[in-house]
């Protein structure tokens, strides 16, 4: 058993680059329109906030695996008939992307309002503009806040991509690389921990990094209540 | 005048916090607010630059009338000093002055750090200069506040309930970096209920109650010889509990 299970994870291993490569990309893509998403529902006039609201709670509101489906199967056929053709990877990313901007835009919001009104008044007292609060006051506080938060999105997005691996992935993730060891050796339990074992290692990983570069970022003299 | 304020009314909501408050400051005068709290004299101070929208009056600071399109104009005159110092915890000490200054008022970034320093060389924490706002003492913090805001050379300064936040053994030496500013000829306003040091700085007491201005007056005639039986009653508390 042990050593179906070392086979099973040297097979599997290479699946490391699309799953990262899936994280990474759809990472991206929620940091840049959850930031979009957040700039409209602080700067714009309505209804344009409202809108931005709307999106957050749809796709916080709906499966992950739908909203994939959707954009692969869905999105996918239509654009066919006009002679796109999308493929699994690029799917995923989208579908990751966009599902992820909506929570990444609900961290930003929440560092945001965690920023005491005294900062605001004190920026608003020595006549800063209200983009120059944002840009020196408000946003460095609030990336700090929200890098703990940040970090735990990417570690979602790499166990959340195993999900895209349903729709068929080339090159395979890890999931997928799994499940076709497990098909081929029909050494399901070994197949399956192999993976489980290369995503705990990889989120664990993420999670020591992030906390190097929370400490590396926190705020001088900032206590934090109960020490974790 | 430096400051002169007509029928100044403030709500919150259906709350009337400032009830039509009149009151004028002559350059380099130093003016000491008191009052039970909840009179309104927070809201009144915030109110003058707009930090609280105020519903009606007139407020003129350094010549300009507060509006809209002034508002700005009018806070890079003053300088205010909060009750929880609300400096930026993200910048070190010498940052936190420096960026008003270089990002408000367009000093370069040479002038900014030598105003800095003179300021921070007034209050004694120059030493402080690259420390960050949390590694001090709430009193240390209190002081760098009064520094970024002499930094800006403001025509008034605004200090709210400056003491109040602070354990007792660090008030005076809040106090005492005020009284220094106060030797140096600063229009300021000061909301405190610090007896002694409003003896020692104050040119004028004015005391709030219910949103208005019940008694106003040269300090000692004020806190000597109140003439209601209120303010009798506030001096009477204040003497009991304060220092």
Known sequence: ?228 | MTLAVRGLEVAYGSLEVVRGVDLDVERGEKVVIMGPSGSGKSTFLKSLIWLVKPRRGSVIIDGVEVREDTILQVRRRVGFVFQHYNLFPHMRVVDNITLPLVKVHKLSKAEALSRAREALELVGLWDKATAYPLQLSGGQQQRVAIARALAIRPAVLMLDEPTSALDPELVEEVLDTLREVARGGTTMLIVTHELDFARDVADRVVFFDGGKILEEGPTRDVLENPKTERLRQFLKRIHKYGS
């Open chain 1, 1 to 228: 058993m042990l050593e179906q299970y070392l086979n099973a994870l040297i097979y599997v291993i290479p699946g490391v680059q699309t799953t990262v490569a899936l994280a990474a990309f759809a990472f991206f893509i929620g940091l840049t329109l959850g930031s979009f998403l957040l700039l409209v529902r602080f700067f714009l006039p309505p209804p344009l906030p409202w809108l931005a609201t709307g999106y957050v709670e749809v796709f916080r509101g709906t499966p992950l695996l739908v909203q994939i489906f959707i954009v692969y199967f869905g999105v996918g056929s239509y654009l066919k008939t006009y002679g796109v053709n999308i493929d699994p990877f690029t799917a995923g990313v989208i579908a990751l992307g966009l599902n992820s901007a909506a929570y990444q835009a609900e961290i930003f919001r929440s560092a945001i309002q965690a920023i005491p009104l005294e900062q605001y008044h004190a920026a608003e007292a020595y006549a800063f503009r209200k983009s120059q609060t944002f840009r020196y006051i408000i946003l460095p506080q609030a990336l700090r806040t929200a890098l703990p938060a940040l970090m735990n999105e990417l570690v979602l997005l790499v166990k959340d991509s195993s999900l895209v691996a349903v729709i068929g992935l080339f090159p395979p993730d890890i999931f997928r690389r799994a499940d076709y060891y497990a098909a081929s050796k029909f050494t399901y339990l070994e197949a399956y921990l192999a993976a489980a074992t290369i995503y705990f290692v990889l989120c664990y990983a993420m999670v020591a990094v992030s906390r190097v570069i929370e400490q590396k970022y926190a705020i001088p003299g900032y206590l934090r209540r109960g020490a974790i």
